[in-house]
DNA sequence: CCACTTTTAGCCTGGTAGTCTAAAACCTTG
DNA sequence: CAAGGTTTTAGACTACCAGGCTAAAAGTGG
């Protein structure tokens, strides 16, 4: 005896300047009308990530995933009311620039008031803004939640958005230049309403995902005591 | 159609100065006679975690088991010869001062110097040694490779062990100490052979995985610019 | 040309890690 | 019992980096 295992995937963007994760309302019992996350069943000869790729691709444009990894397996029998069923969660990265072309029974909801959804979904989106959280203060991720090209205060906002805390775009600039992920483009942005000096422009220096040696502490010392 | 799933362990200890991880040696094909992870089917009504502590159960004393953690799950359709199989792998330590009984078929290899493993073994058991690396920076999980009470000089070693370069004693205490995470007994290990000044002892504050919030960067601000 | 807005550069401060030195405390040996 | 060796420990010093602040730069609108 074999449990199911199916695929979900908690996809954020940043939208009206807050955390969106996309949901869709199921059609069937179980939690008929309840939201939930989008995924499906693994089929045979198929990767898990290849199968979470595949059910998001009827929900949005999988191409305009900047990023995704794997999250959780989560396995609690009672988990599903009618079937003995393993989910694989992922999480996936959406820039703030997109606007995805959506079925009807899908939508984007804020992260912060999500409604009750289905199964263990409200836990495993939790679970993926978390793991978003850590990863933008010690990797590039903020590359898959960005435009190609945006200036510090666009880049500020997303970064609010997805803490939900206040950042100072001077710190922010200083780190991450440091750190050689964020790269200026030259170019400058007109100011918009109400005049200011126009921003200059930045690019994340790499579009795949890279670790920055975050930890002074227990570093290889140059010398031992 | 549905794919076995089975759980896996990365089981790591420090032992004779070195990472070191516990292995048993396949009996049957395919793969007889290499060495590869603890673990076997999801049974019934069970969870993962379930699961693997009751394969886990086969080799080794799990009360001796002082953290358990889900590493990833792996779902390539070639990475058993024979069956569809997922297997989710977990990674437990155990603190340097037991010495389980094992079964015949059980050993401790050491990471740095691992044999041909079967299936992904390798890659996985690589991939537990990382995740423990880092978590040794930002978390408190040393408590789960340490005795109840040791040295500092001994918490030096179980670290040098793990991370596989020089730790500075120094730094480690004040470090651990500024955290909170370590707490001095009170109590002085006589000098062994040799002589010298007799060490303080020390213990881990908690014996569950406390973060440690380590990123100054994009902290929030006191004040908004 | 002046008031207002936004961005940007630069300085100062505080905290933390890495390095080094010397002292403390114990052992062994002559 | 004094001298020398060994290990641990405390403390000072330095370097680096993030957070906070201020003022200048560079636009817009009246």
Redesign the interface.
């Known amino acids: ?5 199916v695929t979900l995937a908690v996809v954020l963007q940043v939208r009206d300047g807050r955390l969106q994760v996309l949901l869709w309302q199921r059609a069937e019992e179980p939690f008929k009308g309840a939201w939930s996350l989008p995924g499906g069943y ?1 089929a ?6 290849q ?1 979470i790729r595949r059910h998001l691709a009827d929900k949005v444009d999988v191409r305009e995933v900047a990023h995704l990894e ?1 999250l ?2 989560r ?3 009672e988990r599903h009311p009618g079937e ?1 069923q ?1 989910a ?1 969660a992922y999480l996936g990265l959406v820039p703030s620039d997109v606007n995805p072309a959506l079925p009807e029974d899908t939508t984007w909801h804020a992260v912060g008031r999500l409604p009750e959804l289905a199964f263990d979904h409200g836990e495993i989106t939790l679970a993926g803004r978390e793991r978003l959280r850590a990863k ?3 990797t590039n991720v903020g590359f898959a939640l960005a435009p190609d090209t945006f200036t510090l205060s666009e880049l500020r906002d997303l ?1 609010v958005a997805a ?1 939900g ?8 600039k200083r ?1 991450l230049l440091r750190r050689g992920v964020l790269l200026p483009t030259g170019e400058l942005r007109p100011s918009g309403q109400g005049g200011g000096r126009p921003a200059a422009c930045f690019r994340f220096e790499h579009s795949r995902l890279h670790i920055t040696d ?2 002074a ?2 570093r ?2 140059r010398v ?2």
């Open positions: 005896m074999r449990p199911a295992q693994l045979p000869a198929e990767t898990l990530e199968s794997q959780e397996t396995s609690d029998p003995w393993l694989t933008l203060s010690y970064y803490l805390h206040a950042v100072s775009a001077t710190n922010l780190v975050p930890f502490v227990l290889p010392p031992i005591d």
